[in-house]
Every structure is written in C-alpha cells, then in structure tokens.
C-alpha cells in the first residue's frame, strides 16, 4: 500500500508546467475575447453601444465557461468519478428546472430573486439526491452514481417538458432553444454582475480548498487519519458546485462538456493537483465558451445564431471521445 | 402521416389527409384542395362535405386580404423587425404567412432576405437591420403587463428612438387561418393607425 502524501507539505503551490499552462490558457483567453470584442457582423459599426454589447457576452461566457469548468473539477473529487460533471449527472439540468419554474411564472412571489434561488436550490437538491442515493455507509459506487445522476437528469427533463406542456405558449422563451444552451443578450448587467460575483468567490473558495481536496480524493479512512472533516468539506464544496452550476445555467441555459473536457485536458497536462487543476480548470472553461461564441458569429449557416450548446457538443463530444480513447486499456480515467 | 395512423385509417374506414402550411397560399389550398405530383389532395371543405363553402370562405379570405392590401398601398413602408420570441430574439422571416401578412399591412420585414423562415438574432443584427418598427408576437394569453423588452428599447435603431416598439397580443395571430384578416387588421392598426377604420371598412365591403 502507498502512503499518500501529507496534506501539508512544502511543495509549491504551483510548479513551473502548471504556471506555463496558465500562460497559454490566459493567452488563448486573451485572443478569443479580443476576436469576441472585434468580430461582428456585417453592417455593423463599432461604437460604444455594440462594444458594450460585446462586452457583456463575453462576461456571460467567461463567467459560465468559468464555473461550469470548476464545478466539473469538484464534482468530479468529490464524487470520486472522472465522468462526473454537472451536465451528466444531471445538476445543471436541475439548475435548468428551477429557472423554467420561473420562466412559467411560478415564482413571481419571490420578486427578481426566483430565478437564481430556485435555480441554486434545484441544483443543490438535484446534487443531495444524488449523493444520498448513490452511497452507502459514506462509500459511493462510481457507476451508480452515473446511472443515479442519468436517472435523476431524464426525470428533471421530463418535469421540464411538463411545465412546457402545461403552459406552451404562455412561457415568453423558445424553451426548446434554451434547452440547447444560448447566450442571454437580454439579462440585465446586475444579474450578470452578481453572478460573476458570485463565481468568483466559489472559484476562489475552491482554489483557497485546493490542497485539502486533494485529500479528499483518497480513502475516508486515510483522509480522517490526515485530519481532514470530510463531511464538512463535502457538504461546502458541493454547495461551492451547485453555486457555480445554477449561475452557469442562469447565463447559459444547460449546456454540457464544459464541465467534463476542461478538468480533464487540464489534468492531463498538469497532473491532479487541485490548486492548479481549479485555476487551469476556469481558464480554460472560460476560453472555451469565449471561443465557443466566436465560432457562433464566424459561421453562420442561415439559420441565425446557433445555440452554444450546439458548438459545445460538437467539440466537445469528439474531444471528450479522443481522450476517453487514449486512456483506455492504461486501466484509469481519461 | 405515420405509417400506423395510414393502415389504421384504411381498417377503419378513415380519410387522412395531411396539410403543410407555411404560407397564406399553402393555408387557401388546404381549404380548397390541391393538385400534388400525380394526384389531388383533397381540401378540408371537400374532405368534410362542404367543398363549395370551403372554396367561399377561401376566397373571401383573399378578397378581404386584398381589399387590405389596397388600402395600405399607397402609404410609405416602415421597415419592421418582428419578433416571435424574445429569449431567444427569433424573427419572422420569409417564406411564411406572417411574413406576407405583414407586407399586406403596409410592412417591409427586415429579414425578407433571410435564409430561414425563423431565425434567431443577436442585438448586433438588430442594429445592423435599424428596423423602424418593432413587433413582439405575443402568442400568449397576452393579459400580463407588458414593456418594450429593455434590451430592444436602449439600441440605437430608429423604432427605439421614436418610441415603435409594439406587442401584438393573442392567441390566434402564430395560426395560419382564416384568422390572418384579423391579425392583419391588428398589424394594420399598429403599423397605420390612421388607416385602420379604412381598412375594417375595407374588409367588411369585401364580405359577400
């Protein structure tokens, strides 16, 4: 049996290829929000109104690519499953319901507060039903916790569509387009702002949790005996993932692989430590949905603008499938 | 048709026709009967007994259009932007009834030169198209309060800036039926309102 490495140590924070990472990553970032900035159709010139425009699709795409980046990250330690991420195991599908109730004018008791709050407290039930039914005394099996999360995700759709079908016009959205994921032009630059807000300081609890999330993903006993409260740390983690999800979907709608592709590119340049790994891991959602949104604008096929999902899926399916791909018979996770 | 509903009709004793309608002259066929490649889909007067009444109404459906459309002839055309949802923005584009309907009212649709019967939009293409008029198809109930949607309302495009930003609300106008007159009428009403007692005028003296 390995001793696992000690909690504290005095290795670095961040080693010389994960610091080259974020150098390429931050680069990337940097291109594809001056390309988001620059690029635009065709007719239109560039003044102060249409930057500005710009501008706050690019905050929503940084901010989703962002979050659903590292909710990929902690679900994925936390569940002790590579294939978890927020889209597969159904938490941004709960995220999703929770702003269809608000859509449907379900929740208009609760003012300009329905939305996220039953969009955060979707996403967190969505995530303790899940984590309740696929343990058992505090041990969780990977490929049920898949099946659970496949199972609670196809029951979440299915009371979406029932909403639907209950009110199908009276929704004021193309729910159907939602569903495939879009960038909201039409939120207001507070609800933007307060989720970036909020994204930012779950990334930064995450990353400030860094090192003691790398305990986590040992054993229950051998983390105990490394003086870490797994239960608390659990409990405010997924609460730091269901955050970031419900934001995510609030901007974006759900839309999937953001939360799979990144932690697992990330990892397999810079290794699983989870400092660098969050931080790699937000840097590179955000350049992919930044890059995503150009895509968007670049190809138009007629049909307007074509939802991020889309682009998302055709990416990040292949991608996701090229690594999968590369790691099998090495007898572990992509 | 799904191939059960075809030999489940034929058990039965059923007719099953099936209709596409896109179009205002796709909505009269469906009334009235069409040729299609070797044989002739019956239309819905023919198909319930009352084929003379169909063709009736169809054609006083066109002449009311018509007289409609003579009406608002002469005046100037705003160019319109309208808009059947706005999350995501998607438009009316061409190819379809409430494109036509919206030419009869006296409207030029931005997105005439569009790819798609109904394609989203971003803000930017708002502004790019600097429609004077903006239309919100509200399909809805349509007894919920209701604002120029802010996004729309602080663009520099001329409907923002006069003011034209406009819902037409009611559950009948996404129909391709005989209920177009009305929801011309109503375009007409929003788009020239000095021309709408004219054009109500207009489409009674059309009436049989």
């Known amino acids: ?50 930057l500005g425009l710009r501008a706050h699709r690019l905050a929503i795409s940084l901010i989703a690519g962002g979050g659903l980046a590292v909710a990929g990250v902690l679900l994925q330690a936390l ?32 003012g300009a507060a329905g939305e996220p709050l039953a ?11 899940i984590y309740g039914l696929s343990q058992k005394r505090g041990w969780i099996d990977p490929l049920g916790l898949l099946l659970v999360g496949v199972i609670v995700n196809a029951i979440n759709g299915a009371i979406i569509m029932f909403i639907h079908y209950l009110d199908p016009l009276g929704m004021g959205v193309d729910l159907n387009r939602w569903m495939l994921g879009y960038i909201d032009e039409g939120l207001s630059r507070w609800v933007v702002i307060g989720v970036g807000a909020t994204t930012l300081g779950g990334i930064g609890l995450a990353t400030w949790l860094g090192r003691s999330i790398d305990v986590a993903t040992f054993s229950d006993a051998e983390a105990h005996s490394l003086g870490l409260h797994l239960p608390r740390l659990r409990l405010g983690l997924f609460g730091v993932a269901g955050l970031l999800t419900a934001g995510a979907v609030l901007l974006v709608g759900p839309i999937g692989f953001v939360g799979l592709i990144c932690p697992h590119l990330v990892r397999l340049i810079i290794g699983p430590r989870h400092t660098p790994l969050i931080l790699g891991s937000a840097l590179c959602g955000a350049a992919l949905l930044v890059w995503a949104d150009v895509i968007i604008d670049l190809a138009d096929v007629g049909q307007g603008q074509m939802p ?26 992509p | 048709v799904p191939d059960k509903l075809t030999e489940l009709a034929a058990d039965r004793g059923w007719q099953v026709h099936a209709y596409h309608i896109e179009t205002l002259a796709d909505a009269m066929a469906a009334l009235r009967g069409k ?20 063709d009736d109404l169809a054609a006083a459906v066109e002449r009311k259009l018509a007289a409609i459309a003579r009406v608002t002839a002469a005046r100037p055309r705003p160019r319109v932007l309208a808009l059947i949802s706005q999350q995501p923005l998607t438009a009316v584009g061409p190819g379809t009834f409430l494109h036509e309907i919206l030419g009869l009212a006296g409207a030029e649709n931005v997105m005439a030169d569009a790819a798609a019967p109904y394609p989203s939009l971003t803000l930017e293409k708002v502004i790019a198209l600097q429609p004077d008029v903006i239309i ?27 003011g034209r930003i406009a819902r037409l609300s009611g559950q009948t106008i996404g129909l391709p039926s005989t209920t177009v007159v009305d929801t011309t009428l109503k375009l007409v009403s929003l788009l020239h309102p000095d021309l709408a007692k004219h054009a109500r005028e207009a489409v009674e003296s059309a009436h049989p």
């Open chain 1, 1 to 50: 049996m390995t001793t696992p490495e000690p909690a504290h140590t005095h290795r670095p924070l961040f080693e010389r290829r994960d610091l080259a990472l974020m150098v390429v990553l931050s680069v990337l970032l940097g291109v594809g929000a001056m390309a988001r900035l620059w690029l635009g159709p065709v007719g239109v010139s560039l003044d102060l109104q249409v």
């Open chain 1, 79 to 110: 569940l002790r499953n590579p294939l978890a991420s927020p889209y597969i195991i159904g938490v941004s599908s709960g995220a999703a319901l929770g702003v269809v109730m608000g859509l449907a004018g379900w929740l208009t008791f609760l």
């Open chain 1, 119 to 129: 969009a955060l407290v979707a996403a967190l039930a969505t995530l303790i039903i």
């Open chain 1, 308 to 333: 991020v999902g889309i682009v998302m899926a055709l990416v990040g399916g292949p991608v996701f499938l090229w690594m999968l791909h590369s790691q099998l018979g090495r007898g572990g996770a």
């Open chain 2, 35 to 54: 040729r299609d490649g070797d044989g002739r889909v019956p239309g819905i007067g023919e198909a319930l007994g009352v084929a003379e009444a169909a």
């Open chain 2, 136 to 162: 919100v198809l509200d399909m809805s109930d349509g007894l919920a309060e209701w604002a120029p949607p802010a996004q729309l309302a602080s663009l520099n495009i001329p409907a923002a800036q006069s």
